[in-house]
């Protein structure tokens, strides 16, 4: 095959990747089962998860809005209606800092729990403090015996600005009830002790004009107490629609189980579903929840819905038949009432080695073999089971503390996993196409979508030359760039690409691993496990050291 109908024949199969980015070198910050930990929020809970601090920006954004349209139209009638005053410029700062900070959350979606917070009571406060000036200078001008028009607390109107805005704290922020009576009965309190200031500075001048009956019906305790009434009555009914709206939350949570196994953390998300940490109802052992819903599949239809979760219950089976320890365990799979897939796996502490090299850069080659060693262990189980797993990679090999054991692999997301008995026409209907990632994948992979061990066994190769440089095989500009380099290209050693020295022994064998023909590479995964047990090392890597190192670096 020519490089020209090569390169055709990738792009036939990879054009939804022609102008995708690539892969990114060095990897992002790393993220691991066990380094985030992060609550819902349950009534008091003090943190939130990243699904309620992205609900809380949204929530600030909605009232923000809200209370811009709210101060811009009272604005605009004030300088319709009334005559210019100081308080004119101060509800123009007003606006411009509601509006201002309503933009700024649309914006940035990188704000942490604080700097929300920080702006949701600049926000509420900036109103309460505007309202409490109009309310002073108002009822001042009342006091005084002035003849322009008014809102004082006993006027009616006066009053319902101050229970707009716990009601639209109350519902649109979320909290807990405490923490929004804390905000709440302040702002309820501002008229209050407006009027109170406002008599002590205007005493002398109340009573004389008691004469008037205008006076008199500011100061009546019939129209005071009926406002106290108004903002006690507001104030209750936010603070009671916050515990409603929290409550409703928590149930909304608490409905999120599966089986005896109930969700708490959000640990990953991906194109096709999330994974969460959950926790037994019954026994005492956590576990990693994968979910994979309808909308996530790309199906047409109905039909072909059903048909690609048929395919991952045959996968989910084939996974449970695996019996290497060095393979992620799966506890359980099932399917929801709202046609959920969900698979129950092993729960993992320890990060990816993607992770791991773009944390602490290449390792040194003893770490490789005695990782790689423990890779080849899972596969020769899969492979031995029928089952080709499509999609080595870095981010699927995971370096975890098991027990007392440290730097004990884990192969993980049988996902693309493939068995090697012949496939029904709707599986190979839905396979067909570009499968695995484009760093570590074969070329026979890419090129025809045909898979076996050896396939494998490349991006096992793929994964020690990462570990090794800290750089992919091939790093184009595209991914359809790097599958075509896959195909054609020969890989620089990876002596060249790192100032570490590099075994002999260690870097044939992964080049043999590179082959870009399947039979001039390793036959077996049993075949590259012997061969990385005969690399002459200059060091030693085992049990002790690893332990050593994640003492030092991972406690």
Known sequence: MTAQ?????????????????????????????ADTQVEFIQGTGPRLTDETQALLRVRIRAAGLILSVAVGIFFVHGLIFTEATPLRIMHLFLLLLLGGSTAFVHKSRSLSLKQLRILELAMIGSVTVYLGTVQYLAFAQRAAGSSLPVMTLAGGNAILPFVGLMLIYGMFIPNDWRRASRVIIPIAAVPVLVQFLVRLQYSESITRALARPEAMRVVALERMTESAIYLLLGAAIAIYGTYIVNSLRRQAFEARQLGQYRLTERIGAGGMGEVWKAS????????????????????????????ILRRFEREAQATAALRSPHSIILYDFGLTDDGTFYSVMEFLEGLDLESLVGRFGPLPPARVVYMLNQACQSLIDAHNNGLIHRDIKPANLFACRLGHLYDFVKVLDFGLVKTQAKADEDETRLTQGLTGTPAYIAPEQALKGNVDERSDIYALGCVGYWMLTGHTVFEGKTHLDTIFSHATTAPVPPSDRTEQEVPIELEKLILNCLEKEPENRPQSAAEVASQLVNCQLTEEWGPQQAAEWWKLHMV
């Open 5 to 33: 109908s090569t390169l055709s024949h990738l792009s036939a199969l990879t054009m939804e990747h022609q102008s995708a980015k690539p892969d990114p070198t060095p990897p992002p910050e790393p993220r691991t089962y």
């Open 280 to 307: 037994h109802r019954m026994l005492a052992r956590p576990a990693a929840i994968k979910l994979i819903r309808p909308d996530m599949l790309g199906a047409q239809n109905t039909a072909e819905a059903r048909t």
